[in-house]
């Protein structure tokens, strides 16, 4: 329970640190965002300054046109007036009001040059302020935009802080929750350490007591005990333990149970090896379009041969269970059929070692793909190193089997602390099995979803890939199954109770459980026949001469069994000579009727014949003379040998008869008919397969001009994306050009305005000089 917690409290830190990390990267990315924001209201605020200024310069100079144009009409009255007084003095005025004209035509055109230019700056102007406008109302709307980012940002990180904060408060309370276990498991230590000395105080003076009994004990069998047969490993081997049907019922239920869990492993990995061989073909490179690489048509040779590794160990577990019934006793030192599934899984094993180094550079050579991106080629890394995880864990469970069978082969081979320690670690391998399946099926997860985003996926890819998740979900379930059931029984694999022999900590050899199971049908014959007399015992002391001399008789004994093995050869030979014999008798009866037959019809015709003429007489008679030699030598010629008969589907050895001929044509009239149909039977097959293939080639063909298709289509997206991203930098660019070159305006505007103003108060000043001097002058001309 505490490594439980422990290991909870670890992945709760984990988890908290990678939040602590992703809020640090969301703390940095609103910080940008604000200072982004920041700039860009300093930027609009510098904007409306300068806006203001420009509002503000283009009100004076409204101001002073309209000053100018009231100066302009006041001069042009004067003028006129002027010019009214000089019609009426032309004699004395003739000089200076045609020096008036003059300078009142260069005003003139200098002033119709200052309006024009004047209308040509209220246009620039009302340009650039629709340009300002223009630019400040983007700028407002991605102020906005930014305005609203933030404040996104700004809930996720409130989002997460109050998370992190729970997060933080809840890994305290188990924090503290923890502590206080970790107090109570120390006194609980404390306490066992306590018990444990008291224990150990006990155990010294249990031994103590055990060592007097002993000694006690062997002195009085010294003293008392004429023959001890403990001494004698000869004798040991008849203290035989009892049968154990409730052990033997109990195996043959947890020996059920693993072929069930083993079935499911089996096609789990089935499917797993033919998915991934269908992936080869398929990933990177399509056999159907190109060839594959030389490494990958080896690896997809080597997939193809999987059935030939994993069907036998449901086999040879299935014959396992077979072997386990009630009338048997199931322990490591009698269970010869475990070697056989040790030997399957040593050879599955080294199909995996095999195959190892193909998927690693398959996993390569998808990593060098141009499509293959960075975060795809990390998965790939992690799969190279849960497979090598995975063939290192069946490694172990292969060394683990080995050992168990090693007790069936080899006497004496393992004690029964050790036997219990490599279930142990066997159970632990199981589980970290589990837990590399596990993983390895995550990180192909996450390699298929980052696969679906690639451009070149296909859709057969996406079914087999499917399949594939498929077949590691259930090796999943199935390895996760195994292994929660050899933890369960473990108690019961370990524990010595089943056999062993009576006062003794020897595990059990076969010679022992040959016995017990005689002892058992003894003791089941006994009980079913009770009436029976009982059989005499055998005393011990003749027991022991008996067995000396069994022991002393091997050579008689070896004798005897090559008599044995004469005679059954000799009992085989006369049994054939027997059928031989029974087969000629049956012969010998079917013509010894044929002859009675044939006699009776010459009897009746000799009969039919007697009434006839003497000439008919004889000639009959030589006739059946003739007839009785040609019968004899024709069955001498048969006693002596048979004809061998031949035809188009064999060879046939009978005997020349009529019944005989009939025989050979039914039997190769059936054999022809048995082949003819056969033959229909292979040429539909044929024919289906033929439509078959001309379907698959036809799939083929069309599913090639797709991928042509897709291709082309790829390629014309591509290049349209490239100009899309060219278009786009250029008009970047034809966007920095004309904002540079507005500023440049603005400041050239400023600058002009400047220099406008300049010119103005000089033009205001000279006008002012002029009407001084034409007020001078018309005072003169008034004073003449």
Known sequence: MAA?????????AQE?????????????AVVDEQASSASLKDQLKQRDQSLRKV?????????RN???????????EELAASEAKGKKGKTKGDSPSQQGLQTQSVFDEDLQKKIQENERLHIQFYEADEQHRRQEAQLKARLDELEKDSEQHQAVVDGLTTKYMETIERLQSDKARLEV???TLEREAKECRMRTEECQQQLRRCQSELNRQVKQSSSVIQEKVPFNDTKFGDYNSLNVPPHNRRHQLKARDVAGQAVGFVQDLVAALLNFHSYTEQRVHIYPLDSSIEPVSPLNQKFSQYLHENAAYVRPLEDSLQQLHQSITEDTVTVLETVGKLRNFAENFSSYT?????????QLKSLEEECETPLCTTALAVKNQELQSDMKRVTSMFEKLQNYINLLALPSVQQDAMPQSSTSAVFTQLAACLHSLHDAIKEMSKHYNQKATL?????TVTQKLRTTT?????SLGSLTNSTGKIATFFSNNLDFFTSSTGYGPRGGTVALNPLQAESMLANKKKAAAYIHAIRKPRPQSVPYREALSNRRILTSSTESREGLTQQVQQSQEKIARLEQEKEHWLLEAQLGKVRLEKENQRIADLEAQLAAALGGSPTAHTALASTLIHSQEDAETEQRATGKEATLCTSLVGMLCTTPTVEHMGDEESREQLIKTHYMARVGELTTQLQISDSKAVHFHSECRALAKRLAIAEKSRETLSEEVKLANQNITRLQDELATTKRSYEDQLSMMSDHLCSMNETLSKQREEIDTLKLGSKGNAKKNKGR
């Not at 439980?4 to 709760?12: E, G, T």
């Not at 509002?55 to 101001?63: A, G, K, R």
């Not at 499917?466 to 498929?470: A, R, S, T």
């Open 4 to 12: 439980d917690l422990q290991a909870k409290y670890s992945k709760l």
């Open 181 to 183: 276990k970790a107090q």
């Open 16 to 28: 908290y640190s990678k939040l602590r990390a992703q809020n640090q990267v969301l703390k940095k």
């Open 350 to 358: 080294h199909f995996l070692q095999k195959i190892l180094p193909y």
């Open 66 to 76: 309209q000053q100018l144009a009231k100066r302009v009409e006041l001069l042009q």
């Open 466 to 470: 499917e399949c594939l998740l498929g």
């Open 451 to 455: 696969e679906q985003e690639l451009p």
């Open 55 to 63: 509002e503000q310069e283009m009100d004076s100079l409204s101001f």
